[in-house]
């Protein structure tokens, strides 16, 4: 049994979110604010009486908000918690609600899902906000902004539950969505985000063990600012970040080791072959370039139709025997695009505009 189908596009009127952090706090306050039920529950009281003050329904026990049978029950604890709420949880699910959560990795959240016997309902996402900050007292309903959700699938996702959390993202929150699978997920966070906090550390580390620390932090501007930005992040959240995307952060930290050593005896060689290879070391992220480029320059972004096709699926991963691509083919291919969705037409027509796409 699950979410009934309807000729409708579901929606996500009841959403109930574990853990008032300053990623579920900001979301519930967000949801609040623009017209949703929100029921919340968080592991310590504190936030209460501000979240009460903000419209949000908050209960003492994380049972209570399966019982309270949303619409959509998202998951916004630190990883390491979650197979504890799970376990919680379980018991209580209405086949009705939609699981869903925030974590920054996406396989290791689905594995935990499926040890408690609720990845039926399960659609991972993880929006792409936040800051270095942390705790409802933190939370700001505009840290969603313009924000772009990851929505992720494997070969068991439901297409009617995935449209439940594309509503509560595009129409509740008022966000742009990507859909992928887990793997490409944890592969493109470790790439964009946990890889990047190690850099960063490891920079604010070099100076933390310079002679002349103090001296090189009197001549820091810009440069070193936006380097380090995220090395002010909690360490503690950093570190379990990192590790639980490991295997994915350490391919990316071997690779741009290899890549730094290189260019490290280029600029020892010195000869006029290494100083051409040098040059061409800069110039490789020339796509990257001219998309910031017109990122800056408030270039308008294309506008397009996405066909999806999702009730015509036989609801397996990959190609249908016949060769026909199935919903989570088209929607892969379109997040490979650069194109983000910002809306549905109905159940199986999207709009998405074309925000990333890096051209060689």
């Not at 799970?86 to 689905?110: E, F, I, N, W, Y």
């Not at 010195?270 to 070391?281: H, I, P, S, W, Y």
């Amino acid at each position: 049994m699950g979410v009934n189908m309807t000729p409708e596009r579901p929606e996500a009127q009841v959403i109930a979110i574990a853990g008032l952090g300053l990623i579920g706090g900001s979301l519930a306050r967000r949801l609040t604010e623009r017209g949703r039920r929100v029921i919340a529950w968080n592991h310590r009281p504190a936030p209460y009486d501000r979240a009460r003050a903000a419209g949000i329904e908050c209960v003492d026990d994380v049972a209570e908000l399966a019982r309270a049978v949303p619409d959509v029950l998202v998951l916004c604890t630190p990883l390491k918690a979650m197979p504890d709420v799970l376990r919680q949880l379980a018991p209580v699910m209405d086949p009705h609600t939609v699981l869903a959560d925030v974590g920054s990795v996406k396989g290791q959240v689905r594995d935990e899902v499926k040890a408690v016997g609720l990845d039926d309902c399960y659609v991972g996402a993880h929006p792409m906000a936040g800051n270095e900050f942390s705790g409802y007292a933190a939370s700001d309903p505009s840290l969603y902004d313009d924000a772009l959700w990851a929505v992720t699938f494997d070969e068991r996702t439901s297409y009617e539950r995935l449209l439940v959390v594309v509503d509560m993202i595009c129409e509740g929150v008022g966000d742009r969505i990507i859909v992928i699978d887990d793997d490409t997920h944890d592969r493109a966070a470790a790439m964009i985000s946990h890889m990047p906090h190690v850099v960063s550390t490891a920079l604010a580390n070099e100076l933390t063990e310079m002679p002349e620390r103090n001296i090189a932090q009197a001549l820091a501007a810009g440069c070193w600012r936006d380097m380090t930005r995220v090395a002010l992040t909690d360490p503690d959240r950093t570190r379990a970040m990192v590790e639980e995307d490991a295997a994915n952060v350490a391919r990316l930290l071997h690779h741009m080791g290899e890549r730094l050593e290189s260019m490290a005896a280029l600029l020892e060689s010195g000869d006029d072959t290494a100083l051409a290879q040098v040059r061409e070391f800069f110039a490789v992220a020339h796509p990257y370039r001219e998309y910031k480029a017109r990122e800056r320059a408030g270039v308008e972004h294309e506008s397009v139709t996405v066909r999806i096709d999702g009730d015509d699926e036989n609801g397996t991963a990959g190609a249908t025997e016949s060769g026909r691509s199935t919903w989570r083919d088209r929607l892969l291919a379109s997040a490979r695009r650069g194109e983000h969705i910002t809306h549905m037409t109905d159940r199986n027509t999207a709009i998405a505009e074309i925000r990333t796409a890096l051209v060689s």
